[in-house]
């Protein structure tokens, strides 16, 4: 079935050090793929979204590149604030359905 | 001021009583979908709203129904709770298909 496969569980890393989360999907036909962010008692919000192959997408500091030949659509940033630690949250889209991945947990240290 | 409102935002309830979650956005989204989240599950849905009475499941749906009967206003309900559906229940809207979902602040459910 579709699914969404981020990386999983927690990432920790200090401060001003690159973040890296992976996200790949297998689903029968995508359309949109989105970055979600999600801090500690808040709601989910969109980070950044593309559906164009190979266009860097850029918002907040974080990018991404839909790479369609791969499957995929890492989420990247130069440096690492402490305010990016935050649940994130890959999602895929057919027609009206999202799937989601598990969330990635990111952990900032000082 | 594009905002999905959930209420309650705390409920404690126990085994075998029902349930009302309520869900509203003012933005004159037609798709609206309720999720929960669990550690290490991430979002899963539970239903999805197309328009006013027109809802189709999605992939856990067991245990639970929706009503839709304006289109700015999505209801969940649990008819006889039991304590596997203690849970965090988010709302999210959106315009059409492939938009972003725009989310509530979320429900956060005990059922003791």
């Known amino acids: 079935g579709d699914s969404v496969t981020q990386t999983e569980g927690l990432v920790t890393l200090t401060e001003g050090l690159p973040v890296m989360l992976n996200c790949t999907y297998q689903?029968?036909?995508?359309?949109?793929l989105f970055w979600y962010v999600q801090h500690l008692n808040e709601a989910p919000k969109l980070l950044l979204k593309?559906?164009?192959?190979?266009k860097r997408t850029e918002h907040q500091g974080f990018h991404a590149t839909l790479h369609k030949s791969s499957s995929s659509f890492h989420l990247q940033k130069s440096s690492a604030q402490l305010s990016d630690s935050a649940l994130y949250y890959c999602?895929?889209?057919?027609?009206?359905?999202?799937?989601f991945g598990k969330g990635t947990h990111l952990h900032v240290l000082p | 001021d594009m905002k999905v409102t959930q209420m309650p935002r705390y409920l404690i309830k126990r085994m075998g009583e029902n349930v009302l979650l309520e869900c509203g956005q003012d933005?004159?989204?037609?798709?609206m979908y309720w999720y929960r989240q669990d550690p290490g599950l991430g979002l899963q849905l539970i239903y999805i709203?197309?328009?006013?009475?027109?809802?189709s499941e999605g992939d856990i749906p067991k245990g639970y129904r929706v009503s839709r009967k304006k289109r700015e206003h999505f209801s969940l309900i649990l008819d006889s709770a039991k304590t596997n559906q203690t849970s965090v229940y988010f709302c999210?809207?959106?315009?059409?298909?492939?938009?972003?979902?725009?989310f509530g602040a979320g429900t956060r459910l005990s059922v003791l």
């Open positions: 999210a809207s959106t315009q059409g298909a492939v938009n972003t979902l725009y």
């Open positions: 689903t029968a036909y995508s359309t949109f």
């Open positions: 999602a895929d889209t057919n027609a009206y359905k999202v799937i």
């Open positions: 933005m004159s989204h037609e798709t």
């Open positions: 709203s197309y328009d006013v009475d027109s809802n």
């Open positions: 593309s559906s164009t192959d190979n």
